[in-house]
């Protein structure tokens, strides 16, 4: 959905460096999500947040960190990428509904 | 505790022929379900939602999906496959107690040959 922007695309990094995904959506929705997804296990919730003042742990939130920098933007970091961080991360955005709008994702590889 | 199982990791069909892509969840309540569909490089697309208005549920592409509460299944169907139906496909179930929390299955790989 072309709504939910997410960059970079692609992203090779090096162990213990520090990396930022953005993320960006134009609907207005309240509610955004970062998710990863391996190989076999579907997506898990990293963090997500109801607002600017509302972050919320999800299922994996360690080694990560967000900020909800305003309405339309959500970023997560990792503080220092490791291994097995490497992986295909998305970010959605939803508004009063359950349904989430996922964007195209970031392909992170830490070497 | 809600669970969602794909119970085919990949399916092969022939161009034209039907799908049928299975997903078993287990929750305490009446739950929220989701297909969606993942293209090769591609974000997630949102096939269809069953949130208890009707059992079946009709998406878009030509999929639909019935809901079997005995069964505990929503099953992903479409008449006819063509080529660009080839993708992932995850069944999805969300957290009565927190809808923001989605349940991903684990993903059946749909491959349509000519």
């Known amino acids: 959905d072309a709504d939910v922007t997410q960059t970079p695309r692609n992203r090779i990094t090096k162990t213990g460096k520090r990396i930022m995904l953005e993320c960006s959506q134009t609907?207005?929705?309240?509610?955004m999500y970062w998710y990863r997804q391996d190989p076999g296990l579907g997506l898990r919730l990293i963090y997500y947040s109801f607002d600017v003042k509302d972050i919320n742990k999800g299922e994996i939130s360690d080694g990560y960190s967000v900020s909800r920098q305003a309405q339309a933007k959500f970023s997560l970091s990792l503080e220092s990428a490791i291994p097995n961080q490497t992986a295909l991360y998305f970010c959605?955005?939803?508004?009063?509904?359950?349904?989430?709008?996922f964007g195209p994702g970031t392909r992170l590889t830490v070497l | 505790a809600q669970s969602v199982t794909q119970l085919d990791s990949h399916v092969s069909v022939s161009e034209g022929t039907p799908v049928l892509l299975r997903c078993n969840y287990s929750?305490?309540?009446?739950?929220?379900l989701f297909w969606y569909v993942q293209h090769p490089n591609k974000g997630l697309q949102l096939l269809l939602k069953y949130t208890s208005a009707a059992t079946l549920v009709k998406g878009i592409n030509g999929f639909e999906a019935e809901f079997k509460k005995s069964e505990t299944s929503f099953h992903l169907t479409k008449p006819s496959a063509h080529m660009s139906d080839a993708a992932e496909y995850f069944c999805v179930v969300s957290d009565p107690y927190n809808t923001d929390k989605l349940i991903f299955g684990t993903g059946t790989r749909l491959q349509v040959f000519p």
């Open positions: 959605a955005a939803s508004g009063s509904t359950d349904t989430q709008y």
């Open positions: 929750s305490s309540y009446s739950p929220s």
């Open positions: 609907k207005g929705h309240d509610r």
